[in-house]
């Protein structure tokens, strides 16, 4: 089992580095009606950095716990970016997307931890 929550402060700490919003983890074990066990979700203002901001999630994770993501999509458009590390999904929106799908609403059941610089 890896070290989840390490993990969790890592990716967020990435998000951080490359000048991420409102970054925040869900805790959806709770709930028990999702595919994974945590999300985490930042926004930022262009394409440019959400895809700056998935580089640097993904440079991280492997060069500090060795995890390759199982697949990663969106960085085309850069407008959504998900990569989906198996117990942990990341979520990368510019900003109005995120304001659009509102993904913290959908699982409001979910323990929610805010992360700042």
Known sequence: ??????????????????KAQQVCSLDLRKPGASICDYFVICHADSGTQVTAIADHVEDMMYAQCQRKPRCSQGKENAFWVIIDY???????????????????????DADVKHYTE
């Open 1 to 18: 089992m890896p070290m989840t929550k390490n993990e969790l402060s890592l990716i967020a700490e990435a998000m951080l580095d490359k």
């Open 86 to 108: 198996g117990d942990i999904v990341v979520h990368i929106f510019q900003t109005a997307y995120r304001l659009f799908y509102r993904l913290e609403e959908l699982w409001a």
